[in-house]
């Protein structure tokens, strides 16, 4: 197994990871950079950089810019990531030697990576969201309409890259929990994780760590919604856009899927492996117990001894139940409840200042 592997029908991850050698952190970096660019000189051409009414200047429009240094990179440098991040942890897991794979089984799991059709319905969504890109924006009173010509094409150009990768990075997230399932969460698989690991995860902190990044993700995301929906409630078309209510009750669930959906398949099988301890120890206290209790008539040091080790099994039994089954610990559950709770403080502070207004000021 490769890092190539999973990027190789990809020509556009082939492209910058083999032969413009950029990291997921660089790529986020130049693409504020280019995106940064494009958009001044747009605005420049058109002499939309400043302008006086509702239509909003490129240096008037925060959202623009929020768009351009925090949604372009985070999608951009995910979507590097979303190849590497995955060989990593394989490549951990085969080290640690948690989990024993073949490497046709490896093989086997690499092959949705390799399928071109990825490419064709990433592009293909992309246009099409290009387009309906490019047709809002004359009801909106950013940068982007504020002529509906350069600067909504300019718009609608950074659309089509960025959905490009977002699906390719959303079908690599969900091929990777399918991935991570073959490999860790079948009924014949062993897992061989560490309870008393110092990472407190059972040796499994890469894939929790993983699991964390893809919730930030989708907190990212959920800031955009939750952004995009304050700009459209200050503008007050917000009744024109009311299925952005629905992103946001999906927000939470897909925020649920993206932190626990790869962790599933580890927890499976560290809890397989706890009930096998457990009834190995039940298992050999019923034996010694029936033992005991057929020779109650022996010498009292003999069945001291026999109840000592009863009682020493029981122990065992106790500490067993409390080995983790979950390969995070509280402080990582902490990071993804802030992730998650963060990206609705705008929408909440704005809910918040609605009421206000109409109950306690009225």
């Not at 058109?46 to 990179?73: E, M, R, Y």
């Amino acid at each position: 197994m490769q890092e190539q592997d999973f990027y190789r029908a990809d020509p556009v991850a082939h492209w910058l990871i083999d032969k413009c050698q950029l990291t997921p952190v660089t790529l986020g970096i130049l693409s504020i950079v280019i995106t940064s660019g494009l958009y001044l000189i747009a605005a420049t051409v058109s002499n939309t950089l400043l302008l006086h009414g509702k239509p909003l200047g490129l240096l008037q429009d925060w959202f623009a810019w929020v768009w351009i240094c925090l949604l372009n990179p985070v999608i951009f440098g995910y979507y590097l990531w979303s190849f590497k991040a995955i060989y990593k942890l394989i490549e951990y897991l085969e080290q640690s030697d948690i989990v024993d794979t073949a490497e046709a089984e490896i093989n086997l799991v690499l092959l949705p990576y390799q399928k071109s059709w990825r490419q064709f319905l990433a592009l293909g969504t992309a246009i099409a969201f290009g387009i309906w890109y490019f047709s809002l924006q004359q009801d909106v009173y950013n940068w982007t309409g504020s002529d509906g010509g350069i600067p909504a094409l300019t718009g609608a150009i950074n659309a089509v890259a960025i959905f490009y990768a977002g699906s390719i990075l959303v079908l690599n997230l969900t091929t990777n929990v399918w991935l991570l399932h073959e490999l860790l969460g079948k009924d014949k698989k062993q897992l061989k994780f560490n309870p008393l690991h110092p990472d407190r995860c059972g040796g499994l902190s890469p894939l929790s760590q993983y699991s964390l990044n893809t919730a930030y993700l989708a907190a990212i995301f959920g800031t955009m919604i939750t952004l995009s929906k304050y700009q459209f409630i200050s503008q007050g078309i917000a009744q024109e856009y009311w299925y952005f209510n629905l992103t946001i009750l999906l927000y939470i669930p897909i925020s649920l899927v993206c932190f626990f959906g790869p962790l599933l398949a580890a927890s499976k099988g560290m809890k397989k492996a706890k009930e096998e301890l457990l009834s190995e120890i039940a298992k050999q206290f019923q034996i010694d117990y029936k033992r005991i209790h057929t020779s109650l008539s022996s010498d009292g040091r003999v069945l001291k001894k026999e109840a000592v080790k009863l009682q020493e099994l029981r122990s065992l039994y106790t500490l067993t139940n409390e080995f983790p089954v979950w390969p995070f610990d509280v402080t990582t559950f902490r990071q993804y409840l802030f992730s998650v709770v963060t990206p609705l403080l705008p929408l909440l502070l704005k809910l918040g200042e609605y009421y206000f207004k109409r109950i306690v000021v009225k």
